[in-house]
């Protein structure tokens, strides 16, 4: 189903993708198709999505097919559904520098008969060394995000954005991003009320012209998390392309892309909701999408036939602006494996802080019966398959994330699909 | 109280950059002291530090262009701030290649010293850098500890030899025992000793040479074959050699038997003077 060569050098470059993406999940979906190998990656908090597609001229050589599933009615056209632990696969690209030196040609194939991946080094003196990964079938996720409807672009050399992120600790969690038409600031957050924290605050501001691109349509301060943009940070390093940064306002996820002619790699981060009624206040993260997840679920389960006829309740999630909710894990209804408290440090405050925020008005109707929340990440993702893929685009602000069943659904939708 | 200060020359910058890197590798944690004419970094032998004590000294016009400063009172014309030493260096090291560094004390929710960093870019414009480093301001009541210690009469002093040598001999002892006995005598001669049941390990160093004594007497009673010991925790020794980066202008080390030994550096123009007591 998947066939692919590259060399020495490319291996490093692929090396780095796995190793960016391992900064946000510890599981990696492969997902080649006929526009390239992708690589996507998404947090168990679901507050961050990584992809980098690998476009078929990257590679020294690359086939692909599906594979026709024949039952007594229909046949089923199935992807490569293939997900791969980080812990099986990060050692497999360690040391990349090495890599690049000895590796003379790598292979990766599979076929999901076998439900494994090989990859193959073919070094020098002839050495070759083979890695036999075995794979779980799960159907990746993508996002949908309108990053150039976004109101803010900004793009930037990867090291004047490497200068800002040296002045961070490894131990700050989140960064806010200020702008105005004058002025950039990359600054430190923190969740902790003012006054208690012994940590430094840093801030750097930056002028319009050290982007090479600058283009602000409204002054807006995001706040997002530091670890996943080191991991985008680290992959452009190997590139050596500008790093594109789309985004609106807090709580509307922003995208740090790299575009260049042989892969696209995006990071599509969620941000800190803004809440007018609170000035200063922790933040959790939206787990709700728990309940909106049930429905992915059912779809994802679906061929790709009736996969467009799946529930269309929810038009997805949403980025909510509404006043916070605490989130209350038990009282989902649902009985799809729950997500397990993903051990953010954050996640683990929602439950001691007191709201005294009011019941919300939220625009879905799934809310669980008195949950409240406090600030959160909005989370962007993960919604159903709604019956008519044309309502996305009058609603470019609603992001999805959508299974990415067959080539049908791809190429249905002109909407930037990650 | 108020603290104004401003660098401008680059290798000003640098030198306290390093500075700030050397306390930082010494004390954790460490009050700094401003006066009208000096910076002091002071760690004082309590007991979280294991009775080792520090106190390095530098002028602060061999540094700042500007330096402004109102103690607590009049009569009391001095500043006492307690920092962690790695945040200061941290923020230090950001201004590489700075066209101007500032330092104030603010008060933004809870005092701080605020290091500004005007940066040069490849780009016209210049990038503005601000590090808010929390502080704790030491009451006057709590100042009568953290003054600068007496130099103890020794028994004997001798330059030291390269630190860097020093401290990879140290390192390999580490490994065999904790307990290290520094011995010196007046003829130049300086031993590191480690001495376990199974094994005794002994470093000599020969003609490092002696400063001159303060008083002539008792250099002059003592027979200079004789040595003065001290044992010590070697683990303080390692940790005072580990943030000597650079080889000092002067390096001396003066030892009261079996009480102290006394290290008396001096970088450039910073004074560095380190205490570490004997085991007791």
């Known amino acids: 189903m998947l066939k692919c060569g590259m060399s020495g050098s490319q291996v490093k470059v692929f090396g780095k993708a796995i190793q960016a993406l391992s900064r946000i999940s510890d599981e990696l979906w492969l997902d080649p198709s006929e526009k390239g190998l992708a690589l996507r990656s998404v947090n168990s908090c679901r507050s961050a999505y990584g992809c980098v597609l690998f476009s078929p001229v990257f590679f020294q050589h690359y086939q692909w097919s599906t594979s026709v599933k024949v039952n007594e009615n229909d046949s089923t056209i199935s992807n490569l559904n293939c997900k791969l632990g980080m812990k099986s696969i990060l050692p497999i690209f360690r040391c990349l520098n090495s890599l690049e030196r000895n590796v003379e040609k790598c292979k990766i194939f599979t076929s999901s008969d076998l439900c494994k991946v090989v990859i193959q080094f073919f070094c020098r003196h002839g050495i070759r060394r083979t890695h036999n990964v075995c794979f779980q079938e799960s159907q990746p996720l993508q996002v949908i995000f309108e990053k150039n409807m976004c109101s803010n672009t900004l793009i930037i050399q990867p090291r004047v954005l490497a200068e800002a992120v040296v002045l961070f600790t490894s131990s700050q969690e989140e960064v806010t991003l200020a702008v105005t038409p004058l002025s950039v600031c990359l600054k430190s957050s923190s969740d902790e009320p003012m006054g208690l924290t012994n940590s430094v605050y840093s801030e750097m501001f930056v002028g319009p012209d050290e982007f090479d691109f600058f283009q602000i349509g409204v002054d807006t301060e995001i706040t997002f998390c530091f670890k996943e943009l080191k991991g985008m940070l680290t992959f452009s390093e190997a590139t050596h392309a500008p790093i594109a940064i789309h985004f609106d306002f807090p709580g509307k996820p922003m995208a740090l892309s790299i575009d260049d002619m042989l892969l696209e790699a995006n990071f599509i981060l969620a941000t800190l909701a803004d809440e007018p009624s609170r000035a200063s206040s922790p933040q959790s993260l939206c787990l709700s999408q728990k309940q909106k997840r049930s429905n992915l679920m059912c779809s994802t389960n679906n061929s790709s036939k009736t996969g467009k006829n799946a529930t269309s309740k929810a038009p997805g999630c949403i980025l909510r602006k509404a006043a916070p909710k605490r989130l209350y894990p038990n009282e989902t209804q649902i009985d799809i494996p729950a997500l397990e408290n993903c051990g953010s440090p954050i996640m683990k405050r929602v439950n001691e802080d007191i709201s005294e925020v009011p019941e919300s008005s939220v625009s879905d109707t799934e809310a669980a019966p008195g949950s409240s929340y406090l600030r959160k990440f909005s989370c962007m993702f993960f919604g159903a398959v709604s019956s008519d893929q044309r309502q996305h685009f009058n609603h470019p602000f609603d992001s999805l994330a959508t299974a990415s069943d067959s080539e049908e659904d791809m190429n249905n939708g002109s909407s930037s699909t990650f | ?280």
């Open chain 2, 1 to 280: 109280m108020k603290f104004r200060a401003k660098i401008v020359d680059a290798a000003c910058l640098n030198h306290f950059t390093r500075v700030s890197a050397m306390i930082a590798k010494l004390a954790k944690t460490c009050t700094l002291r401003i006066s009208p004419q000096k910076l002091n970094f002071i760690l004082s032998d309590k007991v979280a530090s294991g009775g080792v004590s520090m106190w390095c000294e530098l002028e602060q016009e061999n540094f700042f262009r500007e330096f402004q400063m109102e103690g607590v009172s009049a009569e009391n014309n001095a500043i006492y701030l307690e920092l962690m030493s790695e945040n200061l260096s941290r923020a230090l090291k950001t201004a590489q290649n700075a066209r101007a560094l500032k330092i104030k004390l603010t008060n933004k929710h809870f005092p701080c010293l605020t290091v500004s960093i005007e940066l040069l870019s490849v780009s016209s414009s210049s990038r503005i850098v601000t590090h808010d480093i929390p502080v704790k301001v030491i009451p006057r009541k709590l100042w009568k500890d953290l003054q600068e210690p007496t130099v103890p009469v020794s028994d004997v002093s001798i330059y030291l030899p390269v630190l860097k040598t020093m401290k990879s001999i140290v390192e390999k002892m580490k490994n065999i025992s904790n307990h290290l006995i520094i011995e010196a005598n007046l003829s130049g001669e300086l031993n590191l000793k480690i001495e376990t049941e199974l094994v005794c390990v002994t470093t000599h160093f020969k003609d490092l040479g002696n400063p001159p004594s303060a008083s002539e007497d008792a250099s002059r009673d003592r027979d200079p074959e004789q040595m003065a010991e001290v044992h010590i925790d070697i683990r303080k020794l390692l940790q005072f050699l580990a943030g000597q980066q650079v080889n000092p202008t002067k390096a001396v080390c003066n030892i009261v038997s079996n009480k102290i030994v006394h290290f008396d550096l001096l970088h450039e123009d910073v004074s560095l003077q380190y205490f570490i007591p004997a085991f007791s």
